[in-house]
């Protein structure tokens, strides 16, 4: 499962995309998360900025523009993944009771969305890991929501276990990510990079080996 800060973060969200993509996994999030999205894209972007200079007319238009990009990239990612992204039910009071109370009241319907996938896997024999992929590891509770079958675990470390299992998918995924921005051009040394600040220290090494 995916929370929005990892969805906002462009390079990191195409790459995950692009995961789902080869196969390695099954991106999930709630209605919620996208709210969350839209509501942050501007500011985690950086494409409304206000400047004293700035008339408010130009600035309205800005906003206006930055959020009907958001709402395009959010539809790309619904495209890519189609209607089951969507996980349902997290919101039941009787399912909110079981979130650990170590996490923050904040992020109770992440953790819950979570502990709702769990369930499905279970009840439907699937042999599944439920992964919930933040950037926000400390008010999620780790430890308390492993003990519920999530593991909760930030995009670095994620992307190097699906190195482990399958390296080249994950070499075809990252593959597509690079090729995939040509304007401009998406180069090796930027995808390290990337990779290096959501740290993904392996998968970078791994990048850096290729020809």
């Keep these: 499962m995916l929370n929005a800060n990892t969805l906002l973060a462009p390079r990191l969200a195409d790459l995950l995309v692009d995961l789902y993509l080869v196969g390695l996994y099954y991106p999930r999030w709630a209605e919620q998360i996208e709210a969350e999205f839209l509501r942050n894209w501007a500011k985690v972007t950086q494409s409304v900025a206000k400047r004293p200079s ?5 600035q309205t238009n800005s906003k206006t523009s930055s959020d009907r990009r958001a709402v395009k990239r959010l539809a790309t990612f619904r495209a890519a993944v189609g209607d089951e992204c969507h996980v349902s039910g997290f919101d039941d009071p009787l399912r909110l009771e079981k979130v ?3 996490v923050d009241l904040n992020d109770r319907h992440v953790a819950c969305a979570a502990i709702v996938l769990q369930k499905i896997c279970v009840e439907t024999n ?15 509770a780790p430890i308390e929501m492993s003990r519920l079958g999530v593991r909760v675990i930030a995009p670095g470390p994620f992307i190097d276990t699906l190195l482990e299992r399958d390296p080249k998918r994950v070499e075809t995924a990252l593959s597509k990510t690079a090729s995939d921005l ?11 990079s990337m990779l290096k600040l959501h740290g993904a220290t392996r998968t970078a090494r791994y990048v850096k080996k290729l020809n």
Excluded at 126 to 140: G, I, M, P, S
Excluded at 182 to 192: C, D, F, G, N, S
Aim: aromatic content about 6%; hydrophobic content about 30%.
């Design 126 to 140: 699937k042999l599944d890991q439920v992964f919930l992929v933040t950037k926000n590891l400390v008010d999620l």
């Design 54 to 58: 700035q008339s408010t007319q130009r």
């Design 100 to 102: 650990p109370p170590q």
């Design 182 to 192: 040509r304007a401009p051009p998406y180069t090796k040394e930027q995808l390290i």
